[in-house]
């Protein structure tokens, strides 16, 4: 080989590799761009348009239309980083409030979950409601007696809005939750193994059917906003109260990818210092509760050959230093799970 032909093959070398690192770059830009565009536009909702919310992080407010309620229910979206089809629902706790959901108040989960190809699906409201269809007014107060039926929002109508305008695949979906939320997060995935392929809960009470649950359950929520514990069921003696235990429908998570429960000790830790003292007396002995009560669920659980990994941390109250703690901490399982990183 010549002297020429060899630099002409170098040459064709280095430009055959300055190619490729172009179109490497351009593909990165791309990739950017993608995630930009999934994300940098709102979606169609009952009112015309969702609106940014004031959260950031490219969290959408969506008015989604419940023919179940008779109206519109707010629902905090996080599309997918780069139009990924899996869905992760996060559930509040008992004293949800109707402006936000406490994902994105009292820890960010949107932020956490920023870089992450998975869509952030935050239902907004559901006090003291433990996301169940009620068979009556929720509250005693005739003039405001609220309409409960979170179940069929959230695994008939909401499914079928995200998969039209956010890509999320109706059977693609982790969900989450703490405490009340913790406690439904395992109810509905029971309840619809077809929905959910993992069900995380934070600190949830697993067995709301054991001597004196349903007391401590009817003065939580009577504390909560004057909700009225027998309208979930229709009566105190209505079967349906067994439909909303953990502890003994967890036979519909058989077979499911992933399940995850979690309570601290009830202990103040380090992480507590500086945490208000009538917030700790009040958090201590709630998650005392909820260890035990997971537990419980565990010690069933295992007796009954369900897989699942438990976490129990020696240090840790009812607040959202723990919850939040536990968010990312399954960060990263979440994402392995649903193939969304």
Known sequence: MTTWTGMRSLGRKSIAALVAVVMALGL?????????????????DATGSCEWDAHQWWVQRCDVWSQ?????ITVQIQPAARGGNAGLYLLDGL??????????VDKSAPATYANSNITLVMPVGGAASFYADWQGPARFDLNDPVNYQWETFLTSELPGYLQQHFGVAPNNNSILGLSMGGTSALNLAARHPGQFRQALSFSGYLTTT??????LLRLALLDAGGFNLNAMYGSIVNPR???NDPFLNMGGLRGMDDIYIAAASGIPGPQDANYPIQYT??????????????HAWALKARAEGLNFTENYPPTGIHNWTNFGSQLDATKGRVLDVMNAW
């Open 210 to 215: 054991l001597p004196g649950a349903q007391t």
């Open 95 to 104: 004293r949800a409030t109707n402006h936000a959901n406490a994902w994105t």
């Open 281 to 294: 007396a009040s958090g201590m002995p709630l998650e005392m509760l909820a260890r035990l009560s997971t």
């Open 68 to 72: 179940a309620t008779g109206h519109n």
């Open 28 to 44: 990165m830009v791309v990739s950017a761009g993608e995630a930009s565009a999934n994300r940098g536009w709102l979606r169609p």
């Open 241 to 243: 109260r067994f439909d």
